[in-house]
């Protein structure tokens, strides 16, 4: 038996986001965001992630006219807002030195454009890290996770708009310059890369507002600005405050080729670069030559400003924070072959692995991967900010989980990571698992898909008590935190 343990400074923790857990949609100023207006769909197959995250205007309307927290699972969460101390005094039972979660941008500036923030909004969020720092508990700050002023897609053209950046600096400043003393560890953008494959969920950006537009020559100047704000973020953090760390933040999903063929080896590549692409315009600060050369053989045509590349080089960012849940393969021609998905991201089916319950292959030996790649790529510290299971878990009538499966999920995944800190030579800030207690699923906007340690009592349709019972991974994790790991 060898035993392998990290540095007092490790960061173990867990991780969610405001639009996921917190409720109180529309309480305390708070506006509307663009989350309020995904639908509750029980009855959807929760694979089919397009028709889910993909609306259109009449949509909003049907949102913004209904006032009920039925249909619309984030605008109740689970309580996160009302509950956060007691769900802290939970979770920082664990052991836990981490805790990464979102802001609400619509609880600070409720439309976005507004001149003042809301100091309603700017209070909650101080008394959540204060209540952290009680436990000494370390807070990782994302300022935007899926969600955005709605007043901000029907007003402007969201993050289309060149002025949306102006907007969210204006966030951004206001929220770290209020924060600053409690949180060192800022991301700015979570999972940047998915405005490609959810538009509106990610980045509030609704196709038919662009009728006389390609719509991927938006999605790809949407992506633009993001890059834009976010390096501003950096850079001011590091002009105003020396001690704070900006980080990065992208899906990771680990691309194999299905096999051998260099045919199919090569489409693998071609998809890793993609993937890549948006952790080397953050972390190296300028686009990758070959984005750019593919953009134009779409003819698609981005406004970029030499401001722009000055700043993204200037604005780097410190550490590479990424999610990691599964793997999938792909290949040349997919005829015949059995498709999978992981994450929103389309594969196909890899024998050597099982899947999940909403079909995510799962791949503990892909984390390791994944780490070695992203070091041996940036040479800058690395961040597991989102590693979890979302399994169907079952309340027992004595009030227990028995949710072995997502025990031995994360049990897997942390030894190839520890394996890699002790042999691979990676740096790692630290390693948070995607769940606190159970929250609405942000592809499927279902509570049925749960990844917390601490079980909800809440349904698909929205019924339930939010009472909290914790699983049985809640007691492993702890005494992993108290006692270190070991690795056969
Ligand atoms: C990540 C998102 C999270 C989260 C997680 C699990 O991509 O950053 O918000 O929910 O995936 O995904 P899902 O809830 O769709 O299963």
Redesign the pocket.
């Known amino acids: 038996m060898k035993y392998y343990h990290t540095n007092s400074d490790f960061l173990w923790g867990v991780a969610t986001?405001a639009n996921?857990v917190e409720g109180g949609w529309n309480e305390d100023g708070k506006g509307m965001s663009i989350a309020d207006c995904l639908r509750y769909r029980p009855n959807i197959d929760s694979k089919d992630y397009k028709s889910i995250n993909t609306i259109d205007s009449q949509e909003i309307k049907c949102a913004i006219s209904d006032p009920s927290t039925k249909n619309w699972a984030k605008r109740h969460g689970v309580n996160f807002y009302h509950n956060y101390r007691d769900d802290i005094k939970q979770l920082a039972e664990t052991g836990i030195k981490a805790f990464r979660f979102s802001i609400s941008w619509a609880r600070i500036f409720p439309n976005g454009d507004d001149l003042e923030p809301n100091q309603a909004g700017l209070d909650y969020y101080l008394n959540v890290v204060k209540e952290l720092k009680k436990y000494n508990i370390q807070p990782i700050m994302t300022l935007s996770?899926?969600e955005m002023p709605l007043n901000l897609v029907l007003n402007y053209d969201s993050w289309y708009d060149r002025r949306i950046v102006d907007y969210f600096e204006r966030f951004a400043k206001t929220v770290i310059d209020y924060l600053h003393d409690y949180v060192k560890y800022w991301i700015p953008i979570?999972?940047i890369d998915?405005i490609i494959r959810h538009p509106f969920s990610s980045a509030g950006l609704v196709e038919d507002r662009f009728p006389n537009q390609n719509f991927e020559n938006v999605i790809y100047q949407a992506m633009h600005n993001q890059f834009v704000a976010s390096a501003k973020i950096v850079k001011y953090c590091h002009d105003n405050y020396s001690d704070l760390q900006v980080g990065c933040m992208i899906?990771r999903t680990m691309v194999y080729p299905y096999n051998s063929d260099p045919k199919n080896v090569l489409k693998a590549t071609e998809t890793m670069r993609d993937v890549y692409a948006f952790s080397d315009i953050q972390a190296r600060g300028s686009y990758p030559k070959f984005l750019l050369k593919e953009l134009k053989n779409k003819n698609i045509k981005l406004n970029i400003k030499k401001e722009d590349l000055e700043l993204l080089k200037e604005g780097t960012a410190d550490f590479i924070a990424f999610?990691y849940?599964s793997s999938v393969c792909t290949a040349y021609d997919t005829k015949g072959l059995k498709v999978t998905k992981a994450?929103r991201t389309v594969g196909v089916y890899n024998k050597y692995l099982e899947e999940s319950q909403?079909g995510w292959q799962i791949d503990p030996v892909g984390l390791r991967l994944s780490l070695i790649d992203l070091y041996d790529r940036y040479q800058k510290p690395l961040f597991i900010v989102?590693n979890g299971l979302?399994a169907e878990d079952k309340l027992t009538c004595d009030g227990k989980v028995h949710d072995d499966y997502r025990i031995s999920y994360l049990n897997d995944h942390i030894k190839e990571m520890l394996i890699s800190i002790q042999d691979d030579g990676i740096e790692l800030m630290g390693y948070c698992i995607?769940g606190t207690t159970d929250m609405i699923?942000?592809?499927?906007n279902q509570m049925s898909?749960r990844?917390g340690l601490i079980y909800v009592d809440l349904d698909d349709n929205g019924n339930g008590s939010y009472r909290r019972f914790k699983k049985d991974s809640y007691y492993w994790y702890q005494n992993l935190l108290s006692y270190g790991s070991e690795i056969p």
């Open positions: 986001a996921q996770h899926y979570n999972e998915s899906t999610s849940y994450n909403w989102e979302g995607w699923s942000a592809s499927s898909k990844y």
